[in-house]
Nanobody
Framework: QVQLPESGGGLVQAGGSLRLSCVAS????????LAWFRQAPGKEREFVAA????????VYADSVKGRSTISRDNAKNTVYLQIDSLKPDDAAVYYC????????????????????WGQGTQVTVSS
């Protein structure tokens, strides 16, 4: 059974930073594409970032590009998302997603291409 529990969410002031973690179990982590999505109330689930295949290739949404870093630690089966210079628009429930095998850059941003999802962690940004 694949599990992707997220952690690291909470209340952060605008301009601050946060680091989310997702510890995967039940899948071949090093062989999986991993991503973060987010969903704000009343909005569709939105792609944030992905690290695909070998871990040296990353994809970012324009909304977080330049102030966000996704990384993976295959020894710990963990994927991280660091977001700096947080804005109120970053407030959402953040979800970890995984797909065994590689994804191309185009496919990595679509939720339908991921097989497994975490339960989400809430991020609130105060202005």
């Amino acid at each position: 059974q694949v599990q992707l529990p997220e952690s690291g969410g909470g209340l952060v002031q605008a301009g601050g930073s946060l680091r989310l973690s997702c510890v995967a179990s039940g899948l071949t982590f090093s062989w999986s594409a991993l991503a973060w999505f987010r969903q704000a109330p009343g909005k569709e689930r939105e792609f944030v970032a992905a690290v695909i295949w070998t871990g040296v290739s990353t994809v970012y949404a324009d909304s977080v590009k330049g102030r966000s870093t996704i990384s993976r630690d295959n020894a710990k089966n963990t994927v991280y998302l660091q977001i700096d210079s947080l804005k109120p628009d970053d407030a959402a429930v953040y979800y970890c997603a995984a797909k065994p095998g590689p994804l191309d850059h185009y496919s990595a941003s679509y939720p339908r291409n991921y097989d497994y999802w975490g339960q989400g962690t809430q991020v609130t940004v105060s202005s």
